[in-house]
Protein backbone atom coordinates (compact mmCIF):
# COMPACT_ATOMS: atom_id res chain seq x y z
CA UNK A 1 0.00 0.00 0.00
CA UNK A 2 2.59 2.72 1.06
CA UNK A 3 4.70 1.72 -2.46
CA UNK A 4 1.38 2.81 -4.30
CA UNK A 5 0.98 6.27 -2.35
CA UNK A 6 4.44 7.17 -3.22
CA UNK A 7 3.95 6.28 -7.17
CA UNK A 8 0.56 8.37 -7.09
CA UNK A 9 3.25 11.12 -5.37
CA UNK A 10 5.72 11.14 -7.66
CA UNK A 11 3.66 11.17 -11.02
CA UNK A 12 1.52 14.47 -9.07
CA UNK A 13 5.18 16.13 -8.56
CA UNK A 14 6.32 15.25 -12.17
CA UNK A 15 2.57 16.73 -13.54
CA UNK A 16 3.35 19.89 -11.26
CA UNK A 17 6.97 20.47 -11.94
CA UNK A 18 6.14 20.31 -16.05
CA UNK A 19 6.53 24.08 -18.07
CA UNK A 20 3.88 25.71 -18.96
CA UNK A 21 3.40 28.19 -21.63
CA UNK A 22 3.13 31.67 -22.02
CA UNK A 23 -0.42 31.54 -21.39
CA UNK A 24 -0.20 29.32 -17.90
CA UNK A 25 -1.22 26.40 -19.67
CA UNK A 26 0.80 23.24 -19.14
CA UNK A 27 0.89 21.52 -22.08
CA UNK A 28 -0.67 17.88 -22.99
CA UNK A 29 1.71 15.15 -23.73
CA UNK A 30 2.38 15.11 -27.11
CA UNK A 31 0.75 13.26 -29.88
CA UNK A 32 2.99 10.76 -31.22
CA UNK A 33 4.48 12.00 -34.49
CA UNK A 34 2.14 10.96 -38.28
CA UNK A 35 4.47 10.61 -40.68
CA UNK A 36 3.26 13.39 -43.72
CA UNK A 37 3.39 11.82 -46.68
CA UNK A 38 5.07 13.61 -49.23
CA UNK A 39 3.68 14.14 -53.12
CA UNK A 40 5.23 11.81 -55.92
CA UNK A 41 6.53 13.42 -58.75
CA UNK A 42 5.78 12.40 -62.22
CA UNK A 43 9.51 10.89 -62.16
CA UNK A 44 9.58 9.04 -59.20
CA UNK A 45 5.96 7.45 -60.71
CA UNK A 46 7.88 6.18 -63.59
CA UNK A 47 10.89 5.14 -61.91
CA UNK A 48 8.50 2.82 -60.05
CA UNK A 49 6.56 1.33 -63.08
CA UNK A 50 6.55 -2.08 -64.90
CA UNK A 51 9.14 -2.04 -67.35
CA UNK A 52 7.79 -2.13 -70.93
CA UNK A 53 8.52 -5.51 -72.75
CA UNK A 54 10.04 -3.44 -75.43
CA UNK A 55 10.99 0.20 -75.06
CA UNK A 56 9.22 2.99 -76.93
CA UNK A 57 12.40 3.54 -79.11
CA UNK A 58 12.36 0.39 -80.74
CA UNK A 59 8.75 0.23 -82.31
CA UNK A 60 8.03 0.99 -85.50
CA UNK A 61 7.24 4.52 -86.52
CA UNK A 62 3.94 5.46 -88.06
CA UNK A 63 3.79 6.20 -92.20
CA UNK A 64 1.29 8.89 -93.84
CA UNK A 65 -0.05 8.34 -96.61
CA UNK A 66 -2.02 11.66 -97.90
CA UNK A 67 -3.70 12.82 -94.59
CA UNK A 68 -4.09 9.61 -92.72
CA UNK A 69 -2.00 8.16 -90.50
CA UNK A 70 -0.71 4.07 -90.85
CA UNK A 71 0.58 2.12 -88.07
CA UNK A 72 2.27 -1.26 -88.83
CA UNK A 73 2.50 -4.09 -86.42
CA UNK A 74 4.58 -6.60 -86.04
CA UNK A 75 3.13 -10.39 -87.78
CA UNK A 76 4.68 -12.10 -85.25
CA UNK A 77 3.04 -10.52 -82.15
CA UNK A 78 -0.34 -10.81 -83.96
CA UNK A 79 0.40 -14.25 -84.01
CA UNK A 80 1.09 -14.95 -80.76
CA UNK A 81 -2.43 -15.18 -79.35
CA UNK A 82 -3.76 -16.92 -82.41
CA UNK A 83 -2.91 -20.30 -80.81
CA UNK A 84 -6.17 -19.54 -78.68
CA UNK A 85 -8.35 -18.59 -80.73
CA UNK A 86 -9.21 -21.91 -81.41
CA UNK A 87 -11.62 -22.23 -78.57
CA UNK A 88 -13.26 -18.77 -78.91
CA UNK A 89 -16.48 -18.02 -80.07
CA UNK A 90 -18.40 -14.99 -80.38
CA UNK A 91 -21.82 -14.20 -78.42
CA UNK A 92 -24.35 -11.72 -78.91
CA UNK A 93 -26.79 -10.76 -76.56
CA UNK A 94 -30.19 -9.84 -77.75
CA UNK A 95 -32.29 -8.19 -74.68
CA UNK A 96 -35.91 -8.02 -74.67
CA UNK A 97 -38.31 -4.83 -75.16
CA UNK A 98 -38.04 -2.70 -71.82
CA UNK A 99 -35.29 -4.96 -70.33
CA UNK A 100 -32.04 -3.09 -68.65
CA UNK A 101 -28.51 -4.03 -69.89
CA UNK A 102 -26.71 -6.85 -67.78
CA UNK A 103 -23.48 -6.69 -65.91
CA UNK A 104 -20.78 -9.05 -67.50
CA UNK A 105 -20.59 -11.52 -64.09
CA UNK A 106 -24.05 -11.31 -63.94
CA UNK A 107 -25.02 -13.08 -67.72
CA UNK A 108 -21.51 -15.43 -67.15
CA UNK A 109 -23.37 -16.62 -64.00
CA UNK A 110 -27.00 -16.67 -65.60
CA UNK A 111 -25.22 -19.07 -68.82
CA UNK A 112 -22.77 -20.88 -66.51
CA UNK A 113 -26.29 -22.11 -65.03
CA UNK A 114 -27.23 -23.31 -68.62
CA UNK A 115 -24.38 -24.34 -70.32
CA UNK A 116 -22.69 -26.33 -67.26
CA UNK A 117 -18.78 -26.10 -68.52
CA UNK A 118 -16.42 -28.48 -67.15
CA UNK A 119 -13.58 -26.19 -67.19
CA UNK A 120 -13.25 -22.52 -67.25
CA UNK A 121 -14.12 -19.85 -69.66
CA UNK A 122 -13.98 -16.11 -69.92
CA UNK A 123 -16.48 -13.97 -71.24
CA UNK A 124 -15.27 -10.55 -72.57
CA UNK A 125 -17.40 -7.45 -73.84
CA UNK A 126 -17.69 -5.79 -76.72
CA UNK A 127 -19.85 -3.01 -78.31
CA UNK A 128 -23.48 -3.38 -79.61
CA UNK A 129 -23.88 -6.47 -77.22
CA UNK A 130 -21.10 -8.79 -78.52
CA UNK A 131 -18.78 -10.86 -76.26
CA UNK A 132 -16.12 -12.95 -77.00
CA UNK A 133 -15.91 -16.23 -75.53
CA UNK A 134 -12.50 -18.02 -74.57
CA UNK A 135 -13.02 -21.52 -73.23
CA UNK A 136 -9.82 -23.20 -71.45
CA UNK A 137 -11.49 -27.00 -72.65
CA UNK A 138 -12.29 -26.82 -77.25
CA UNK A 139 -14.56 -29.62 -76.12
CA UNK A 140 -16.99 -27.45 -74.08
CA UNK A 141 -16.70 -24.83 -76.67
CA UNK A 142 -18.05 -27.22 -79.54
CA UNK A 143 -20.94 -28.39 -77.61
CA UNK A 144 -21.74 -24.92 -76.17
CA UNK A 145 -21.71 -23.84 -79.67
CA UNK A 146 -23.64 -26.71 -80.60
CA UNK A 147 -26.73 -25.90 -78.62
CA UNK A 148 -27.47 -22.65 -80.78
CA UNK A 149 -29.23 -19.99 -79.17
CA UNK A 150 -29.62 -19.23 -75.22
CA UNK A 151 -32.97 -18.30 -73.59
CA UNK A 152 -32.64 -15.69 -70.97
CA UNK A 153 -34.94 -13.70 -69.06
CA UNK A 154 -33.83 -10.73 -70.12
CA UNK A 155 -33.45 -11.81 -73.72
CA UNK A 156 -31.78 -13.78 -76.26
CA UNK A 157 -27.56 -14.86 -76.25
CA UNK A 158 -26.53 -16.11 -79.66
CA UNK A 159 -23.25 -17.74 -80.55
CA UNK A 160 -21.19 -17.64 -83.80
CA UNK A 161 -18.23 -18.92 -85.31
CA UNK A 162 -15.09 -16.70 -84.01
CA UNK A 163 -13.53 -15.16 -86.41
CA UNK A 164 -10.42 -12.59 -86.63
CA UNK A 165 -10.19 -9.16 -87.57
CA UNK A 166 -14.25 -9.28 -86.42
CA UNK A 167 -15.54 -5.65 -86.05
CA UNK A 168 -19.02 -5.73 -84.43
CA UNK A 169 -19.84 -3.26 -86.88
CA UNK A 170 -20.46 -4.80 -90.13
CA UNK A 171 -23.24 -6.39 -90.65
CA UNK A 172 -22.80 -10.03 -92.34
CA UNK A 173 -22.76 -11.84 -89.58
CA UNK A 174 -26.04 -10.87 -88.85
CA UNK A 175 -27.18 -13.33 -91.55
CA UNK A 176 -25.55 -16.06 -90.19
CA UNK A 177 -28.22 -18.97 -88.47
CA UNK A 178 -28.12 -22.21 -87.26
CA UNK A 179 -30.22 -24.38 -88.87
CA UNK A 180 -31.41 -28.41 -89.33
CA UNK A 181 -30.40 -29.65 -92.56
CA UNK A 182 -31.41 -33.36 -93.69
CA UNK A 183 -29.25 -35.19 -96.16
CA UNK A 184 -30.98 -37.61 -98.06
CA UNK A 185 -29.59 -40.52 -100.65
CA UNK A 186 -26.71 -41.50 -98.19
CA UNK A 187 -26.00 -45.67 -98.49
CA UNK A 188 -25.80 -47.56 -95.81
CA UNK A 189 -21.85 -47.30 -95.99
CA UNK A 190 -21.59 -43.89 -95.73
CA UNK A 191 -23.62 -43.64 -92.08
CA UNK A 192 -20.59 -42.47 -89.98
CA UNK A 193 -20.38 -39.36 -87.90
CA UNK A 194 -17.01 -38.00 -89.98
CA UNK A 195 -18.23 -38.83 -93.27
CA UNK A 196 -21.53 -37.03 -92.91
CA UNK A 197 -19.88 -34.14 -91.24
CA UNK A 198 -17.92 -33.72 -93.96
CA UNK A 199 -20.75 -33.77 -96.43
CA UNK A 200 -22.62 -31.18 -94.57
CA UNK A 201 -19.10 -28.98 -94.60
CA UNK A 202 -20.62 -28.17 -98.42
CA UNK A 203 -22.87 -26.04 -97.23
CA UNK A 204 -21.39 -24.84 -93.69
CA UNK A 205 -20.00 -25.07 -90.50
CA UNK A 206 -21.68 -28.37 -89.16
CA UNK A 207 -22.23 -28.33 -85.01
CA UNK A 208 -23.68 -31.54 -84.25
CA UNK A 209 -25.41 -34.47 -85.14
CA UNK A 210 -28.87 -35.64 -83.70
CA UNK A 211 -28.93 -38.19 -81.55
CA UNK A 212 -30.46 -40.83 -84.67
CA UNK A 213 -27.58 -39.79 -87.01
CA UNK A 214 -25.17 -40.09 -83.71
CA UNK A 215 -25.63 -43.30 -82.97
CA UNK A 216 -25.60 -44.67 -86.31
CA UNK A 217 -29.03 -45.77 -86.84
CA UNK A 218 -29.57 -45.97 -90.62
CA UNK A 219 -32.98 -44.54 -91.84
CA UNK A 220 -34.47 -42.35 -94.55
CA UNK A 221 -31.97 -39.01 -93.85
CA UNK A 222 -29.10 -37.79 -91.72
CA UNK A 223 -29.65 -34.62 -89.90
CA UNK A 224 -26.70 -32.00 -89.31
CA UNK A 225 -27.07 -28.70 -87.22
CA UNK A 226 -25.19 -26.41 -89.45
CA UNK A 227 -24.09 -22.59 -88.94
CA UNK A 228 -24.89 -21.26 -92.55
CA UNK A 229 -25.41 -17.97 -94.35
CA UNK A 230 -29.15 -17.97 -95.16
CA UNK A 231 -28.17 -14.55 -97.69
CA UNK A 232 -26.22 -16.90 -99.80
CA UNK A 233 -27.81 -19.34 -102.38
CA UNK A 234 -28.27 -22.66 -100.48
CA UNK A 235 -27.17 -25.67 -102.67
CA UNK A 236 -30.15 -28.30 -102.99
CA UNK A 237 -27.98 -30.71 -103.79
CA UNK A 238 -24.36 -31.80 -102.98
CA UNK A 239 -22.47 -33.84 -105.87
CA UNK A 240 -19.64 -36.42 -103.24
CA UNK A 241 -17.23 -38.19 -104.74
CA UNK A 242 -15.24 -41.06 -103.12
CA UNK A 243 -12.61 -42.01 -105.78
CA UNK A 244 -13.88 -42.12 -109.55
CA UNK A 245 -17.12 -42.88 -107.94
CA UNK A 246 -19.69 -40.12 -107.51
CA UNK A 247 -22.89 -39.58 -105.91
CA UNK A 248 -25.36 -37.33 -105.40
CA UNK A 249 -27.45 -36.25 -102.69
CA UNK A 250 -30.22 -33.89 -101.76
CA UNK A 251 -30.63 -31.45 -99.23
CA UNK A 252 -33.83 -30.13 -96.85
CA UNK A 253 -33.44 -27.01 -94.57
CA UNK A 254 -35.56 -26.78 -91.56
CA UNK A 255 -37.34 -24.10 -90.38
CA UNK A 256 -35.10 -21.31 -92.34
CA UNK A 257 -35.96 -17.62 -90.96
CA UNK A 258 -37.05 -14.66 -93.24
CA UNK A 259 -34.41 -12.35 -95.12
CA UNK A 260 -34.55 -9.53 -96.04
CA UNK A 261 -33.24 -8.22 -99.68
CA UNK A 262 -32.62 -4.81 -98.50
CA UNK A 263 -30.73 -4.58 -95.65
CA UNK A 264 -29.44 -8.17 -95.64
CA UNK A 265 -30.26 -9.47 -92.20
CA UNK A 266 -32.35 -11.69 -91.36
CA UNK A 267 -35.30 -12.05 -88.86
CA UNK A 268 -37.92 -10.43 -91.31
CA UNK A 269 -38.52 -9.69 -94.77
CA UNK A 270 -37.99 -6.62 -96.89
CA UNK A 271 -42.27 -6.00 -96.80
CA UNK A 272 -41.26 -5.22 -92.35
CA UNK A 273 -37.96 -3.87 -93.09
CA UNK A 274 -37.64 -0.33 -91.85
CA UNK A 275 -34.57 0.33 -93.45
CA UNK A 276 -36.38 -0.42 -97.09
CA UNK A 277 -39.92 1.42 -95.82
CA UNK A 278 -38.27 4.76 -94.97
CA UNK A 279 -36.57 4.93 -98.04
CA UNK A 280 -39.64 4.14 -100.22
CA UNK A 281 -41.53 7.13 -98.45
CA UNK A 282 -38.30 9.54 -98.83
CA UNK A 283 -38.17 9.11 -102.39
CA UNK A 284 -38.74 11.77 -104.15
CA UNK A 285 -38.43 14.29 -101.70
CA UNK A 286 -34.69 17.27 -101.89
CA UNK A 287 -34.43 17.09 -98.09
CA UNK A 288 -32.09 14.19 -97.37
CA UNK A 289 -32.01 11.39 -94.61
CA UNK A 290 -29.82 10.28 -92.28
CA UNK A 291 -29.15 6.63 -92.15
CA UNK A 292 -31.24 4.57 -89.41
CA UNK A 293 -28.53 2.66 -87.32
CA UNK A 294 -25.29 3.19 -89.60
CA UNK A 295 -27.50 1.04 -92.51
CA UNK A 296 -27.61 2.33 -95.77
CA UNK A 297 -28.44 0.77 -99.90
CA UNK A 298 -27.83 -2.40 -97.42
CA UNK A 299 -24.15 -2.22 -96.03
CA UNK A 300 -23.24 -1.39 -92.59
CA UNK A 301 -21.43 2.23 -92.29
CA UNK A 302 -19.09 2.31 -89.50
CA UNK A 303 -19.90 6.17 -87.01
CA UNK A 304 -17.09 7.85 -86.59
CA UNK A 305 -16.82 7.08 -83.07
CA UNK A 306 -16.85 3.67 -81.46
CA UNK A 307 -17.91 4.96 -78.02
Not at 44 to 49: G, N, V, Y
Not at 204 to 212: N, R, W
Not at 234 to 260: A, H, I, M, T
Request: hydrophobic share 35%; proline share 7%.
Amino acid sequence: MEAALEEIASVIAKHKTAPANESGITPQSSKPDVPILAKKSFASILSTTIDLPTHPSQLLPPRYRGDQVVIKIDQEEYNKPMGLSKSNLIGRLMLKKGFEPIKVDDLKAGLNRLWKPQQSWDLFPMPRGFYVLHFSDPMDMQRIWGSGTCTLTSGYFRLYQWQSDFDPYTIEIHSLAHIWVKIYGLSWEYWCPNIIMGIARGVGMPLQLDKITREGIYGYYARVLMEVDVLDTLSQFLNVERGDYEFQVKLVYENLPSKCSSCRAIGHDVAKCRVFVDDNNTRGRSRSRKPLHGLQAGRLEKPRSYY
